[in-house]
C-alpha cells in the first residue's frame, strides 16, 4: 500500500515537471514570437556618414546598433570584401585599424594616418538572418604639391624671343595651375601677329610668352590648388636681356657758382649693367667733398644716375657723361654745364616766362610712367628729382635762359 502510494506521488511528480518545462517552452516561443513581432531585433540606430579627410590624418566611422543581444557587429571594407573586425578584435594585419565598443550600442572603427589605398566602401554588419548592414565611402583626398623636377626654374631671353614656363602638381583631386605675376601687374598673351590679351590671371600647365618684351621681366607664379588646403606656389624668374639705354631729361644745365647743381639720367639695362659719371675728357668722377653720386632703382630693369656737384665753380663747366655697361653693350648720355650770370637784371616779360610749364616734366613723367609701369592719371606721385633746383629767386633765373646769353654759348658748343 506504502509503495503504491510513493509510486503514485512520483509520477504526479513527473507530470508536474512535463508541465513546467512546457510551459517554460511556451513562454520562449511566445516570448521570441513577439520579439519578432514587435521589432525587438537589432537594428541601426543611425545611418553610417560618408568621410572625406586629407591623407596622414585619422578617419572615424561610428556604428550604432541598438537590441543587439547575442548578435556581433563586424567590419568589412566592401570591395575587397576583407574583413577588419568582428566585435572588439581586429582581424586584419594592418596595425593602423582598431576598434572600439562603449559597452552599450555603439562600435567605432579608426584608421590611423589614412593613405591613398585606405579610400573605398566600409560596411558595419550585424550577423542577423539575414545579415544587416550598413555601408560608407571613405574619401582620401591629397593637398598639391608641385613636381619640381618636371617644373621650369628661372629662365632667360632676349628681348623680342619667346619663353615657354611649365609648372606640374599633384594631388587629389588632380590640382589646377593658375598663372600671375608677383608684382600684380598683367600677363601680356600674343596670339598670331597681331592680337595681344591683357590677362590677370592664366589657367594652364604651361604659359607661353612671345614677342616678349622689357616690361614683361620679374617674377611669375605658378599656384597649384584642389579645394584641399594649403595651395602651394613656385616662383619663377623670367630675365629678358636687351642692350643698355641712356635717356638724359635735360641735357643743357645751368646755375650760378657756389651753388650746388644736379645732372639725371635714365638707364634702362638687363642684365644689370655698371653705371658711372666721366667728364667729357674721360676722367672717371668718384664721390668726395666735391662730387655726390646716387642711383634709385626704378623696376627691376631701370634705374635713375644722380650726380651732384657742389659749389660749382668755373673749372666744373663743360661736358659730362653718365655711361652704362653690361655684358650685352653700352650707352652713354651727355650733359652740358654752364654758369648763369645772376647780375643782369631781369625783364617782366622773364618773369612771366618762368611761370610757364616746364615742358620736359611731362616728358620725365612718361618715361617714369613707363617704367614703374604708371599712367600719367595715377595719383601716385612721378619719381622726378628737384634737388638741383635753387630757392624761388634762384630756380626762375636756372629754369629760364636768356636767348642772348644762349647764343655764345651754343657757338662754343658747334665749334
Not at 547575442?70 to 567590419?75: E, K, P, S, T
Amino acid at each position: 500500500m506504502v509503495n503504491m502510494r510513493a509510486t503514485s506521488t512520483s509520477q504526479r511528480n513527473h507530470r508536474m515537471s512535463e508541465i513546467v518545462r512546457f510551459a517554460v517552452a511556451i513562454a520562449v516561443i511566445t516570448s521570441w514570437c513577439t520579439f519578432r513581432v514587435n521589432g525587438y531585433e537589432p537594428d541601426f540606430l543611425f545611418p553610417l556618414d560618408n568621410v572625406t579627410i586629407a591623407q596622414g590624418r585619422d578617419a572615424i566611422f561610428t556604428c550604432v546598433v541598438n537590441n543587439i543581444g547575442g548578435n556581433r557587429v563586424a567590419w568589412i571594407k566592401a570591395d575587397t570584401k576583407a574583413i577588419l573586425a568582428i566585435h572588439e578584435h581586429v582581424i586584419t594585419n594592418n596595425d593602423r585599424l582598431s576598434v572600439t565598443h562603449n559597452d552599450f550600442n555603439t562600435w567605432t572603427l579608426n584608421v590611423k594616418a589614412v593613405r591613398r589605398e585606405d579610400r573605398g566602401t566600409y560596411m558595419c554588419q550585424v550577423n542577423t538572418d539575414p545579415m544587416k548592414s550598413q555601408s560608407a565611402f571613405l574619401e582620401v583626398v591629397i593637398p598639391p604639391d608641385i613636381v619640381y623636377e618636371d617644373t621650369s626654374g628661372d629662365m632667360m631671353i632676349p628681348e623680342g624671343g619667346s619663353a615657354k614656363l611649365i609648372c606640374k602638381a599633384r594631388g587629389y583631386p588632380e590640382p589646377k595651375i593658375l598663372w600671375k605675376r608677383e608684382d600684380g601687374g598683367d600677363i601680356i598673351v600674343r596670339t598670331g601677329t597681331t592680337v595681344k590679351t591683357k590677362m590677370t590671371t592664366v589657367e594652364g600647365e604651361s604659359l607661353l610668352l612671345s614677342k616678349v618684351t622689357r616690361s614683361e621681366m620679374g617674377a611669375y607664379l605658378c599656384i597649384a590648388a584642389n579645394g584641399v588646403p594649403p595651395s602651394v606656389s613656385k616662383r619663377l624668374m623670367l630675365h629678358v636681356h636687351f642692350h643698355p639705354l641712356v635717356q638724359v631729361p635735360n641735357q643743357l644745365v645751368g646755375a650760378p657758382q657756389k651753388t650746388d647743381i644736379t645732372l639725371q639720367c635714365y638707364v634702362e639695362a638687363s642684365p644689370k649693367s655698371i653705371n658711372y659719371w666721366t667728364r667729357e675728357s674721360g676722367e672717371m668722377i668718384i664721390s668726395n667733398d666735391k662730387y655726390n653720386m646716387t642711383e634709385i632703382t626704378v623696376s627691376y630693369y631701370s634705374a635713375q644716375m644722380k650726380l651732384t656737384i657742389r659749389k660749382l665753380k668755373k673749372s666744373d663747366l663743360g661736358g659730362y657723361k653718365c655711361i652704362s655697361k653690361n655684358s650685352i653693350g653700352e650707352a652713354e648720355g651727355n650733359i652740358r654745364v654752364y654758369e648763369m650770370d645772376l647780375s643782369k637784371p631781369r625783364t617782366p616779360s622773364e618773369d612771366d616766362n618762368d611761370n610757364a610749364i616746364n615742358t620736359f616734366d611731362s616728358e620725365e613723367d612718361d618715361y617714369e610712367n613707363r617704367n614703374t609701369g604708371r599712367n600719367s592719371s595715377n595719383n601716385s606721385p612721378a619719381l622726378k628729382d628737384q634737388s638741383h633746383r635753387l630757392p624761388r629767386s634762384s630756380s626762375n633765373i636756372i629754369r629760364h635762359v636768356d636767348y642772348v646769353m644762349l647764343i655764345p654759348i651754343l657757338l662754343l658748343m658747334k665749334y
